[in-house]
């Protein structure tokens, strides 16, 4: 595999990155999408050939450009690490980006800051790439901070709008949480191992001693919970829809949100050796799946709808993971980025064609305005749904079974239940925006219109995939091209998937996933078209519970009462103390007279007397002027360091 | 009596030598010649620091004691006058414009930039306690008045005046230091400091403890360091733009040089007492500078100045982590942080507007649109800064970070690697002015070609430390080896 073309397919964004930044606004405007959408083709050539050459030559690679960071006999290299798990995120990356970026030239069209879309967008593919592709630690963070300082950036990318850059300052500062964790994490690894190379740690991990591995494991996981808007870390995935529609479907639900999933995937011989670990990513993926499927009920505005469900299938996966699953686990990252990814851009189309319109319950009747985007979202329901043949039963399926047989019933009923929620709320839905009567306000109602090609062909693209993207690969999944494909990644580490065929039991559980699935739907259309008033009704009767749902469980509101109001009280009162301090002016010159004179003098006895007179004096002297600290002058600073000796002398003589 | 004269080896100190004389004859060339320009005495100053340093690295690989053991000269010494000279050609070259835009376009500026860069010359080179001294004084002398060196600002006089008072207060204590040690050991030769506080040191010893810490005091005001920094953030937004990013790069670098010196090649044997001390030192710059960053949106000088203290934590884990790894952490990280440093300020003198009286945020508003490249090369020093990959200062801290963890300091690393997570908020807080704000009207202006230079200097180094850290690296290690000889 020639290493120059590995290179290029981060690099050709990459430089689009360049000349969309600085000649965007003067030269290019509204061209820019040329190089934007261009760059990110060639990379999904690149990676088209990439993936073939890994899949049907059994090609692999791990590429060393150069050593980067050199201490002493460690080092970190800038290399690329292609195995068929890499393959898989490359055509989930570079696929579903492409599209996503061609869809953008028609929404964000005529938007005055068009080639900085286009800069963020770009700045997102190479970051994402980057970590998907990286064979160490250290460079998948580079990429992980990428994508990072991207989201927060196309988040509150309509800035004028004061909640979309609330938005993104909750999506950095939850991130942050998270990067710390994973950094330490790295920190461990390299403490370790005494590398982060992926090459030397995984077949050492085993030399490790458990406690360590899975200290290693939960702080890796702390990073994946940020990133993928896990419990309890997921408040900022809803609030991230504040940015552009396409932002929404490439990185808050395709693409960057699963890298959490692909660095778990990635360390699976670490978490595979920590079995506590493991039971932690499998409980946190399950709970955070019914806990946001639940949500997902009764919210109203579509695209908190999809956020809540992202969350709750980022769940899955995690779930997945978490019970050995490994290749399920990416096996439903790869579906979810297909049907999720549509379900956004579907739902863009909608808010495009209502101009600007969000709220479903001003929604209804779109079925017969809107001819493409109907039909292929209702594919993507099918798909979330679980549904068969489409691709999201068979992933989701493989997980819950998965869990079932290792025996984690409890974790399997939740994600059971969850599945169901999950038919329910997405078919609500389509029959609250495509049926029923048309509720929307009359000066929007007239100019409803389809979207334009450039948009809708994406729609039916990914329609296809998530109709066939299940199956295509082969039948059944479990023994067809991508889990033997990625099985030699996880060979000998994953469980169950390890057999091929299906056995009775699995079609038992399948029986139950397609049974749930489709009294998930029924019950929406028996709510929602037969008895349009149930819900109200419900609504009324379990007001607390209707109350507790849609208000998100009053995660927000505990947060901002235990942690975001303590911290801004502390950072107001720092900011008071100093400029207090500041504002002063000099004009202390003759009380640092004096000042010097009691310093020399307490000094002195300081070092004949000994400590305790001098400590004591000390305390006395400080204790006279610390009301005077606060008017702030310069003897104060003078004082401050004064103290500072002081504190330091006493550290001296008491140890 | 045998009085023995010193041996005399000019050559040694040619580098100091030739700065000297270029800050006499800018001098002279001042008071002499008639309508003489601000712009061709830069130019002597930059000729005169090129040939400062081609004279470092003509002497590159020489090792020798000098001037009756006053003044060494070793590949630490030679390395860090690399960084100084950086430093004083890039604070030289965003000055240019500076000066004529605020009028105060007088020659003593360049000589006294000169001269302070000969002081920390002389801090880096002394083996002797008596000869840092000097060195620390005709650097602190030089930045008393350049920080008031605009002389009809007030906020220029109180930041020169702050800056004096203090800084004297600090340099009595340094005395006080030399002073007891020297009481302790008999010399204030920093090998003989090494033989007698080896013996002699432990918890025993009040005059070598008490030295060490009044050492310690001193060093803690040059660098900056939590609690010795109050006056930092007053003196940077008061004195001129361009000698706050020396004061904050060169003259820290300076003082680390001796820093580095005195703790770890004279004081290594009582490194079971200090290091407590600047472990604390490190622990509260990093979070007190951080907290205080957080909430600093009034202006940027007073950001970049609460940021340097972190960085000051930073370089005092490297410090604390010693050996050829902590030492050499140190070195790149200064080289580095050189580069970024100045790069920030020289963004902030090209957009500031004449006066500078406002330096809020709010003024960076925008900017992506109507100056792409100032904008660009101003989030590439932030991200430096905040220490994000692939840049210069994220390579530095990681370095600095392993060192730490080899160490085993490994909470402190904890706390490092923490706030500067934490750190990346207030530096993106500018990058989403830039980027993400309608433009307010800032003045037409093209940066002059100094300017420009300086920019695409500091853009080049952060990157290039940032992408090929590898053989700086060796070049930092090197001179810590020659140092401690290991």
């Given at each position: 595999m020639s290493p120059f073309i590995v290179a290029l397919i981060p690099l050709l964004p990459a430089l689009a990155v360049l000349v969309n930044g600085l000649l965007g606004f003067r030269v290019l405007k509204e061209k820019a999408h040329r190089l934007g959408v261009g760059s990110v083709a060639l990379s999904f050539l690149l990676s088209l050939w990439v993936i073939w050459q890994v899949a049907f030559a059994g090609a692999r690679a791990d590429l060393v450009f150069y050593e980067w960071v050199v201490a002493g006999n460690f080092s970190v290299s800038i290399g690329f690490l292609i195995d068929p798990l890499t393959a898989v995120m490359l055509f989930v990356v570079t696929g579903v980006g492409l599209l996503v970026h061609i869809y953008s030239i028609g929404y964000m069209h005529g938007d005055p800051g068009y080639p900085r879309f286009f800069t963020y967008m770009n700045l997102f593919m190479v970051s994402m790439l980057l970590l998907v592709m990286a064979n160490n630690y250290l460079l998948l963070f580079v990429g992980w901070e990428g994508v990072g300082l991207c989201s927060y950036l196309l988040i509150g990318y309509w800035y004028e709008k004061k909640s979309a850059s609330d938005a993104g300052k909750k999506a950095f500062i939850v991130n942050r949480i998270g990067d710390a964790g994973f950094l330490l994490g790295v920190f461990l690894v390299f403490m370790t191992f005494?590398?982060?190379?992926f090459r030397e740690v995984f077949p050492r991990a085993d030399q490790a001693a458990v406690g360590v591995l899975t200290a290693i494991t939960l702080l890796l996981f702390v990073g994946a919970v940020g990133k993928s808007a896990q419990l309890p870390l997921h408040v900022w995935l809803p609030d991230a829809m504040e940015g552009p529609t396409p932002v929404s479907a490439l990185i808050h639900a395709a693409t960057m949100v699963t890298a959490g999933v692909y660095m778990v995937a990635r360390s699976h011989v670490l978490f595979s050796l920590a079995p506590v670990s493991l039971q932690v990513v499998a409980a946190v993926g399950a709970l955070t799946a019914i806990f946001s499927a639940s949500i997902g009920l009764v919210q109203n505005d579509i695209k908190r709808v999809m956020a809540y469900s992202t969350v709750s299938q980022l769940g899955y996966m995690f779930f997945g993971l978490g019970v050995g699953a490994y290749a399920a686990g990416i096996f439903h990252l790869m579906t979810h980025a297909f049907f999720k990814g549509l379900l956004f851009l579907g739902a863009g189309s909608v808010i495009h064609a209502l101009a600007g319109e969000q709220d479903m319950r001003r929604m209804g009747g779109l079925r017969s305005h809107l001819p493409v985007t109907a039909p292929t979202l209702y594919v993507a329901s099918l798909a979330l749904a679980g549904i068969p043949p489409f691709a999201g039963f068979w992933s989701k399926d493989e997980i819950l079974g998965a869990a079932f047989k290792e025996g984690q019933y409890l974790l399997w009923a939740l994600g059971v239940v969850a599945a169901f929620m999950t038919a329910f709320y997405v078919f609500r839905m389509i029959y609250m925006t495509f049926y029923g009567e048309s509720r929307v306000e009359r000066e929007r109602a007239h100019h409803i219109h389809e979207s334009p090609r450039v948009m809708t062909w994406p729609l039916i693209l990914l329609a296809a995939l998530s109709t066939v993207g299940g199956i295509i690969p082969g039948f059944p999944p479990e023994g067809g091209l991508i889990h033997g494909f990625l099985g030699q990644v996880f060979a000998s580490h994953g469980a169950p998937e390890a057999q091929h065929g299906l056995e009775l039991v699995d079609y038992g559980l399948m029986g139950v996933s397609v049974a749930v699935g489709l009294a998930g739907w029924g019950l929406a259309r028996f709510f929602y078209i037969s008895r349009p008033e149930i819900p109200g009704a419900l609504a009324r009767r379990f007001s607390f519970v209707y109350r507790l749902l849609l208000n998100k469980y009053w995660v927000d509101e505990i947060y901002a009462a235990l942690v975001v109001n303590p911290l801004l009280r502390l950072g107001r009162s720092l900011r008071n103390f100093d400029e207090r301090v500041i504002d002063g002016a000099v004009n202390g010159v003759s009380f640092l007279t004096v000042l010097w004179g009691r310093i020399s003098d307490l000094f002195d006895r300081f070092t004949v007397d000994g400590a305790v007179n001098g400590a004591g004096a000390v305390v006395r002297g400080g204790a006279r002027n610390f009301r005077r600290l606060q008017t702030g002058f310069a003897q104060n600073y003078a004082l401050a360091m004064l103290l500072g000796i002081f504190v330091i002398a006493s550290l001296y003589l008491l140890f | 009596m045998n009085f023995v004269l010193p041996e005399i080896d000019l050559g040694a100190i040619a580098p100091q030598l030739w700065l000297t004389a270029t800050a006499i004859l800018v001098l002279m060339v001042q008071a002499f010649v008639p309508l003489v320009t601000s712009r061709s005495l830069a130019l002597l100053s930059i000729i005169g620091s090129l040939l400062s340093l081609v004279a470092t690295l003509g002497l590159w690989g020489q090792e020798a004691v000098l001037f009756s053991g006053m003044i060494a000269l070793d590949t630490f010494s030679l390395f860090f006058n690399v960084v100084f000279l950086l430093g004083a050609i890039l604070t030289v070259l965003i000055s240019v414009e500076y000066l004529e835009r605020e009028q105060i376009a007088h020659g003593e500026y360049f000589a006294l930039v000169l001269f302070a860069t000969v002081g920390m010359m002389i801090m880096a080179a002394g083996v002797d306690l008596i000869a840092i001294f000097i060195g620390l004084e005709i650097l602190s002398l030089s930045l008393y008045v350049l920080a008031g060196f605009m002389r009809q600002v007030l906020r220029s006089n109180e930041s020169a005046m702050k800056y004096f008072l203090l800084g004297a207060f600090a340099t009595g204590f340094f005395l006080y230091g030399i002073a007891l040690l020297y009481g302790a050991t008999g010399s204030t030769n920093l090998d003989r400091i090494f033989l007698i506080a080896g013996e002699r040191g432990g918890w025993g010893n009040v005059l070598v403890m008490g030295g060490m810490g009044l050492l310690l005091v001193g060093f803690g005001f040059k660098v900056a360091s939590v609690p010795f920094h109050m006056w930092t953030p007053d003196v940077y937004e008061g004195a001129p733009t361009p000698i706050s990013a020396f004061m904050s790069t060169a003259a820290k670098a300076g003082a680390f040089a001796a820093f580095v010196r005195v703790f770890l090649y004279s004081l290594p044997g009582l490194a079971a007492s200090w290091a407590p001390l600047l472990a604390g030192m490190a622990v509260l710059s990093m979070v007190v500078g951080t907290l205080l960053a957080l909430v600093q949106r009034r202006n940027i000088k007073r950001l970049l100045a609460y940021s340097s203290i972190v960085h000051v934590g930073y370089l005092l884990l490297g410090l604390l982590s010693g050996g050829t790894e902590g030492g050499a952490s140190v070195l790149f990280y200064l080289l580095a942080y050189t580069f970024m440093q100045v790069g920030a300020f020289a963004v902030v003198v090209y957009l500031g507007g004449q006066g500078e009286d406002d330096l809020s945020l709010a003024r960076f508003s925008g900017v992506a649109v109507r100056h792409p490249v100032a904008a660009l090369a101003f989030s590439l020093f932030l991200l430096s800064l905040a220490g994000i990959p692939p840049t210069a200062g994220f390579v530095g801290k990681f370095y600095i970070f392993s060192a730490a963890i080899q160490a085993g300091h490994i909470g402190l690393a904890v706390v490092g690697v923490l706030t500067s997570v934490v750190s990346l908020y207030y530096y993106l807080g500018v990058i989403v002015f830039m980027y993400m704000r309608d433009p307010v009207d800032l003045p037409e202006r093209r940066p002059s070609a100094a300017l420009v230079t300086a920019l695409a200097l500091a853009v080049a180094g952060t990157v290039e430390m940032g992408l090929f850290p590898g053989s700086l690296l060796d070049l930092a290690q090197q001179s810590v080896a020659s140092l401690l000889g290991s």
């Open positions: 005494g590398s982060l190379d | -």
